[in-house]
């Protein structure tokens, strides 16, 4: 395919492309969506340690410091792709898991390519750091936080050694089981207008604020989120 080809498929295509992706946000405005989203991610968790040879380390989710879930990540391609999917992430706090915020994964890639698909992405925040880093509105994965496959199954290897290597392990589901997936050069993004409707706030929501103070309070709407959060997580870190 000469060169001169592949830049005008593009070009041509890169408009429809683009348009899809309005269809995605508009689907899940928080106009009876915010719900359905806080009990899809709940589900989402619980299949991610359903099946222990096919699931993250017990020691990394023991010790994980936030945890995001992002159902549905639209990945699309024809000439040029691109993928966007709407979730939600909680942070342990000294009391639980912590208010909830509405957030959005957003990226692109160039190249030729024919298809899309749909995917359940799980991130596992390690730093420390990350209620602060999540709460900053906007950054790129494996750019200001590096980003790794997660590791699965209860190989030793995987559980001695993942504190080393990455600050946020990532997890996909396409086919019925999850595996460990790279999403360097996606844009995590806070989804102001959710965290407005689901706290009821005329003006942006502090997402540290939020990612900080215990969810003992929470809104009913995120509550699948935070519910599951404590039975397939746990309430509590493990030792450092």
């Given at each position: ?22 269809v995605v ?44 879930v992002v ?70 994965l494996g ?98």
């Amino acid at each position: 395919m000469s060169l001169r080809f592949s830049r005008s498929l593009a070009l041509a295509v890169f408009p429809a492309v683009c348009a899809m992706f309005p269809v995605v946000a508009v689907a899940q405005e928080p106009d009876g969506k915010l719900a359905e989203r806080a009990r899809k991610a709940g589900e989402i968790l619980a299949e991610l340690v359903r099946e222990p040879d096919h699931s993250p380390p017990r020691s990394l989710l023991r010790n994980a410091t936030c945890v995001a879930v992002v159902p549905n990540v639209l990945q699309v391609g024809l000439g040029v792709g691109g993928k966007a999917g709407f979730g939600l992430a909680s942070c342990r706090t000294a009391t639980g898991w912590s208010l909830p915020t509405y957030m959005a994964l957003k990226g692109g890639t160039f190249g030729f390519q024919i298809g899309g698909q749909s995917a359940d992405v799980v991130l596992v925040f390690m730093n420390r750091d990350a209620p602060r880093q999540i709460g900053s509105s906007s950054f790129d994965l494996g750019g200001q936080a590096s980003i790794a496959a997660g590791p699965v199954g209860r190989n030793l290897t995987a559980e001695t050694d993942y504190k080393l290597n990455a600050e946020i392990y990532s997890y996909s589901k396409t086919k019925g089981l999850f595996a460990g997936i790279t999403l360097s050069g996606t844009k995590w993004e806070i989804d102001s207008k959710a965290n407005r409707a689901a706290y009821g706030k005329a003006t942006d929501v502090d997402v540290t604020e939020l990612l900080t103070t215990s969810g003992d309070r929470a809104p009913e709407v995120v509550r699948p989120f935070l519910t599951s959060l404590e039975q397939n997580v746990g309430p509590q870190g493990g030792a450092e």
